[in-house]
């Protein structure tokens, strides 16, 4: 890996927006519908950074969980309007991104729709709009390499001198796939900053950080 790098590839869930808190409370509450009760930390060790097909395969394998054809319909509601009752920016990520002296783009699990939805609902949209990916544009999510790849290729940068800006383990573990430094963004309420460390992020919690650690 090159450094210092040439794009940085911001996650969106837990670092653009904060948003991990109210979508693994609603799905939580939502598997406890269909009987499967787990804590909300558990929620958020099983699923956190996973895209939805990706979820429904470990709850399917884990635990012989077959949702109904709706779920993730009627999931989506419910999380849009949490969102729309409590979702705010991360602290300090607007600065951050306006101060940037690199190039950048997001890269989700989510799809362009739900980015478009959280990242105008928080008033970051404009910073973002044409530059936005999505799982739902490759053919393996996180931790796959495939996303990460898939958005320096479209930016027009080699992969080693990209670094990516992650709040969970799947999406640490798709950076070091794609041959990606990878920053470890521990300022959320869920996130875990120890577990983001010991695979092998540079772990930082305060966005205000951001410009001094990419030099
Ligand atoms: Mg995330």
């Known amino acids: 890996m090159a450094w210092p790098p040439t794009l940085v590839i911001f996650d969106c869930d837990g670092v653009l927006v904060d948003s991990e808190l109210p979508a693994n409370r609603t799905f939580r509450l939502m598997l406890a519908e269909q009987g499967l009760d787990l804590s909300l930390a558990e929620t958020v060790g099983l699923l956190k950074g996973l895209s939805l097909p990706a979820c429904a395969v470990l709850l399917r394998e884990r635990f012989d969980l077959a949702l109904p054809d709706d779920f993730f ?3 989506q509601q419910r999380t849009y309007q ?6 705010s920016a991360v602290p300090g990520i607007k600065d951050a991104v306006e101060d940037l002296a690199l190039p950048f783009c997001v890269a989700s699990s989510g799809a362009i729709e739900k980015m478009h939805f959280t990242l105008g ?5 404009d910073l973002f709009r044409d530059r936005m990916y999505s799982a739902e544009q490759v053919a393996r999510g996180k931790p796959f390499p ?4 898939h958005a320096a290729q479209q930016m027009g940068h080699s992969p080693d001198t990209c670094v990516v ?3 969970s383990l799947p999406g640490v573990k798709a950076a070091q796939a794609a041959g990606m430094s990878v920053l ?3 300022g959320t309420e869920l996130a875990d900053g ?4 010991a695979a092998g992020a540079t772990v930082f919690s305060d966005m205000r950080d951001l410009g001094a650690l990419l030099v």
Do not use: N, S
């Open 165 to 167: 800006v992650e709040d």
């Open 121 to 125: 609902l928080t008033g970051l949209l």
């Open 82 to 87: 949490a969102f729309r009752d409590e979702l």
């Open 184 to 186: 470890g963004f521990a």
């Open 73 to 75: 319909d009627r999931l």
């Open 146 to 149: 495939d996303l990460f790849l």
């Open 194 to 197: 120890d577990e983001l460390g």
